[in-house]
């Protein structure tokens, strides 16, 4: 069915993006599924959760929408539906603004007020959240996940499935690698080169 949307999880992220999608086409109609059986027959912002993975042969050629928090779950979850040839849909909230050369790629979420311009590069499976800012040729990598208030300056490189905490502040050039955590309200002003939990202004590793 044309209309019809798969959303894969039904935490809280998952209200933030069927909330964003309805926005933009309010009569489509969603499907919820999720892996924990416990959720099965309750309700995300009154639509039903159908079930779990295994109904989603039932919907071939509806295309799904990741709405699962954790980068490392998400990342597990994307990996698993490219393998099993379904397609992913990108989400764009109305009210965020992507510029015409920034680049998103398939299953991203884009939540309301963020901002996302001048040749920036969005990996799939990633989270560019309320009102956080990606500027000038930053790359975001697969199932990151940019936290509500973040700004990212110009040419930042942030890795896969790395988390950049609420508040956080990364400084013009500089990179960090995958499986990172920032805590909120970080300072990055230098690489990080090694996974692991940074915090504070500047950011150092928490031991």
């Known amino acids: 069915m044309a209309d019809r949307l798969v959303v894969f999880g039904c935490g809280g992220h998952a209200k933030v993006v069927i909330e964003a999608v309805l926005a933009r086409t309010p009569n489509r109609e969603i ?8 959720t099965h027959g309750g309700s995300v912002l009154d639509i039903r959760v159908a079930g779990g993975r295994e109904l989603l042969s039932g919907f ?16 597990k ?3 698993w539906l490219g393998e099993q040839g379904h397609e ?7 009210a965020a603004f992507v510029g015409s050369t920034a680049s998103i790629a398939e299953g991203v979420f884009v939540s309301a007020g963020a901002i996302a311009i001048a ?3 969005i990996g799939r499976g990633a989270i560019i959240n309320t009102a956080a800012s990606v500027d000038h040729d930053c790359v975001v990598g697969d199932c990151a996940h940019i936290a509500p208030g973040v700004h990212l300056c110009g040419d930042v490189t942030i890795g896969a499935r ?3 905490g609420t508040g956080s502040v990364v ?8 499986d990172v955590i920032l ?7 230098r690489d990080i080169t090694e996974p692991g939990t940074f915090v504070g202004n500047p950011a150092r590793r928490l031991k």
């Open 77 to 79: 979850v994307m990996q």
């Open 88 to 94: 992913l849909e990108t989400v764009i909230h109305p």
């Open 171 to 178: 400084r013009p050039g500089t990179s960090v690698c995958d």
């Open 183 to 189: 805590g909120a309200g970080a300072v990055v002003v």
């Open 119 to 121: 040749e920036a590069r």
């Open 162 to 164: 790395t988390l950049v």
């Open 31 to 38: 499907v919820i599924l999720d892996d924990d059986p416990a």
């Open 60 to 75: 071939r050629g509806s295309p799904v929408v990741l709405a699962v928090g954790s980068n490392n779950a998400r990342s």
